[in-house]
Nanobody, 125 residues
């Protein structure tokens, strides 16, 4: 059973920064990993994804503020979040093992096989 464990969430004021980490118990050498979030009473949405080739995709609302990255061993996934806004408040989930299509990672959560338990991010105004 593959395990994903997120950490790094917390409470910050608007304009602040947080760095989320996700530790994977398996080395993904071919497929995508990503970050999703779910705010209260909203559907889960994709935030960022990264292919094994390093191609990163972001949802428009976080472009220029968030950066997704992996370590060389592909067992750690990170999400650097800057200039945080209250609307970024959500439970953030790490997801893994989604097949890339022509080098691009899927945005649909159904494509990701493994999920972490989530880490809460709360941004106050």
């Amino acid at each position: 059973q593959v395990q994903l464990v997120e950490s790094g969430g917390g409470a910050v004021q608007a304009g602040g920064s947080l760095r989320l980490s996700c530790a994977a118990s398996y080395y993904y050498d071919r497929n995508c990993m990503g970050w999703f979030r779910q705010a209260p009473e909203k559907e889960r949405e994709g935030v960022a994804s990264i292919s094994t080739g390093g191609r990163a995709l972001y949802v428009d609302s976080v472009k220029g503020r968030f950066t997704i990255s992996q370590d060389n061993a592909k067992t750690m996934l990170y999400l650097e979040m800057n200039s945080l806004k209250p609307e970024d408040t959500a439970m953030y989930y790490c997801a893994a093992d989604a097949p890339a299509i022509l080098g691009y990672c899927p945005t649909a959560q159904s494509e990701y096989r493994y999920w972490g338990q989530g880490t809460q991010v709360t941004v106050s105004s």
